[in-house]
């Protein structure tokens, strides 16, 4: 049988179409592989791009920086869409007649799938409701702040902080994840991620997850059937729930497409709000540079496969980042004279292209803000007196997490009243290669 599934291969592989690796199990080798060793998988391989033979789809993956741009120029043949109407029925568990609206058309401009993200962009976009969210946000943070516990696990603390201001900024004060059911089901929901998606065996293999899923369904379906998007919720709330239901989604289904997008307004910040914090209080001289700069008056300006370019990959490449790129350098990507530039290409915290992720903006402003209420209201010394984390490890989101719990007190700094407020309101932060070009208009 063996022998038959590797002639299978042979046959079915163009001689245009990347090498194929990991074929020694046919089709279920390189799934081993990958979830054996995450994303070190993909960091050993040196080519510049190969195949994955997945049972009943291609995997192309992208290691050489200089391909990227190329790819990203193919915006139809290369398309998220399909793999979104995937993560629509599969992740998110939408109904048959719900699908048949989502998945319509899925490459096209009036497809769901592009007019979706056009409504979530009109919400997240810099401009007067980027604004609003990020006002929000920080004064919740803020507010949280007054009232701080003096010793925290500080990966979950941050996390929770984060969470709660995030999706209370988005969803108003009828936020569903104020329930502690809801924030419980997230993290069952977010571990069955990869498994819901592959669509293989769910009910077996992602039993919590399922269950999970329906609670926060559930908490929206609550959410919106007590006019909770009338009580001071986003324009992004409003818009993915507005343009869906004028198209004939039924409103569960709706509840179940958020529940699902949950995982992307957080699943990310949380874990780089950690790291954030960690290598500014971990390092002596970072907290100083740091806490200097937050002082200072604000005064700057293919069909049926997946190509996959690996973040992890991008952001371990000597070719992109110097021979130093294994070094925390917290000014690394401060312009400087003298200084040799990094491929900007390469760097893939939010994607890029056609893929880049709408919520970089709102995203990287609430994360520095944290860090800079949090330096100059408070000192965070770890417990033990040590900083490890004890290595870290991979998780369904695009970041890191550490192995283990780092003890810290908060220390407060003084005792006045702090308010935040924002200086350049509307401007956008030149976050990617795109932001340097790209012109934002108001929804």
């Not at 498994?195 to 609550?222: D, N």
Request: proline fraction near 6%; hydrophobic fraction near 40%.
């Amino acid at each position: 049988m063996m022998h038959i599934d590797l002639a299978v291969l042979a046959f079915t592989q163009d001689k245009r179409e990347p090498l194929s690796v990991e074929d020694w199990i046919p089709f279920l080798s390189p799934v081993i592989a990958m979830g054996s060793k995450g994303a070190k998988f993909h960091k050993r391989m040196r080519l510049a791009i190969y195949t994955l033979r997945l049972p009943g789809s291609r995997l192309y993956i992208v290691n050489d920086t200089s391909l990227i741009p190329v790819l990203q120029r193919q915006v139809r043949t290369l398309s998220i869409s399909p793999i979104m109407v995937r993560i629509f029925s599969h992740f998110m568990g939408v109904s048959r007649p719900a699908l048949d609206i989502m998945g319509r058309d899925p490459v096209e401009d009036h497809g769901f799938v592009h007019e979706i993200t056009l409504e979530t962009v009109k919400g997240l976009a810099p401009g007067l409701n980027l604004d609003d969210l990020n006002s929000k946000a920080v004064s919740i943070l803020n507010a949280s702040l007054e009232h701080a516990p003096s010793r925290v696990k500080i990966f979950q603390w941050a996390s929770h902080e984060i969470m709660m201001a995030t999706t209370s900024a988005v969803y108003g004060p009828q936020n569903p994840f104020n329930d502690p059911a809801v924030r419980a089901a997230y993290y069952k929901l977010e571990g069955g991620l990869l498994t819901l998606v592959t669509g293989f065996l769910p009910s077996l293999l992602a039993k919590e997850a399922l269950k999970a899923r329906r609670v926060i369904t559930e908490a929206f379906l609550k959410y919106y059937a007590e006019n909770g998007l009338g009580n001071g919720a986003s324009v992004y709330a409003r818009n993915r729930y507005h343009y869906p239901i004028s198209l004939g989604v039924p409103v569960e289904d709706v509840a179940r497409m958020e529940a699902g997008g949950s995982l992307g307004l957080i699943s990310n910040t949380m874990p780089a709000t950690f790291w954030t914090l960690y290598h500014i209080f971990s390092d002596p001289v970072v907290l100083k540079d740091c806490r200097e700069e937050v002082k200072r008056p604000s005064a700057r300006e293919r069909g049926g496969s997946t190509v996959l370019i690996r973040s992890t990959v991008q952001h371990s490449s000597p070719t992109a980042w110097s021979q130093d790129v294994d070094e925390f350098h917290h000014d690394r990507f401060i312009k400087q004279a003298n200084k040799a530039k990094n491929n900007p290409v390469a760097f893939r915290a939010f994607g890029g292209g056609a893929t880049l992720c709408p919520g970089r903006h709102f995203a990287s402003t609430e994360i520095l803000a944290f860090a800079s209420i949090i330096l100059l209201r408070f000192d965070i010394k770890p417990v033990t007196g040590s900083w490890s984390t004890e290595f870290y490890k991979e998780t369904n989101a695009a970041f890191r997490v550490p192995n283990c719990e780092i003890d810290v007190q908060l220390i407060p700094r003084d005792t006045r009243k702090w308010h935040m407020f924002f200086s350049e309101p509307g401007k956008p932060m030149e976050i990617s290669t795109e932001d340097t070009s790209l012109a934002f208009k108001e929804a």
